[in-house]
């Protein structure tokens, strides 16, 4: 949301307005006011900074519930506008991909034992069920892998490998 401007007429409107969500809140309305607008201005200018080595931040600090606040965020947009499109049902595919994809890079990058992790990760799977309502077609195929290699419970080879491209991101 931080990059974004909005018209107040609109976020009125489509405002987020579960209470519960923590982490992504702003994904909550930004889907919801993308489809619901007339028209999208892109402008090139930095707005806006957002300071990703904070580690003080949402994203920089461990949250054990995050697979469960992903379930209610996704549940929150699918609710809201699935079924809308096919395009836009592609889109929070995808985007609930990425959110399962981020939770299991928080676990390593937050310096959890691979096998603390792992543990969580199956657990949380168990209670959430985030890899079983994401459609395969259309996702790149090391998101394939990665998914395929969940659905196996290969816990901690994926997060061995989510931790390897960790540090060659950093």
């Known amino acids: 949301a931080c990059t974004k401007i909005y018209k107040k007429a609109v976020l009125e409107k489509h405002?987020?307005?579960?209470?519960?969500?923590?982490?992504?809140e702003d994904a909550a309305f930004i889907y919801d006011c993308a489809y619901a607008s007339e028209s999208i201005?892109?402008?090139?200018?930095?707005?806006?900074?957002?300071?990703r080595l904070n580690s003080d931040?949402?994203?920089?600090?461990y949250n054990a519930g995050r697979f469960e606040n992903n379930q209610l965020l996704?549940?929150?947009i699918e609710n809201k506008l699935g079924g809308k499109s096919e395009n836009l049902d592609m889109?929070?595919?995808?985007?609930?991909?990425y959110c399962l994809t981020v939770a299991v890079f928080h676990e390593v990058k937050c310096g959890r034992k691979l096998s603390e992790a792992a543990t969580h990760i199956?657990?949380?799977l168990k209670l959430t069920n985030a890899i079983g309502?994401?459609?395969?077609?259309?996702?790149?195929?090391?998101?394939?892998?990665?998914?395929?290699?969940l659905r196996l419970h290969c816990y901690v080879p994926v997060l061995a490998a989510a931790k390897v491209i960790s540090k060659f991101r950093n």
Request: hydrophobic share 35%.
């Open 91 to 97: 889109q929070i595919n995808a985007y609930r991909t």
């Open 57 to 61: 931040s949402m994203t920089g600090v």
């Open 74 to 76: 996704l549940s929150y």
């Open 133 to 149: 309502e994401i459609q395969m077609e259309g996702l790149p195929f090391s998101i394939k892998v990665f998914l395929i290699l």
């Open 41 to 51: 201005y892109f402008c090139r200018d930095n707005l806006y900074y957002y300071n």
């Open 122 to 124: 199956k657990d949380k």
């Open 15 to 24: 405002f987020c307005t579960e209470e519960h969500i923590h982490i992504g």
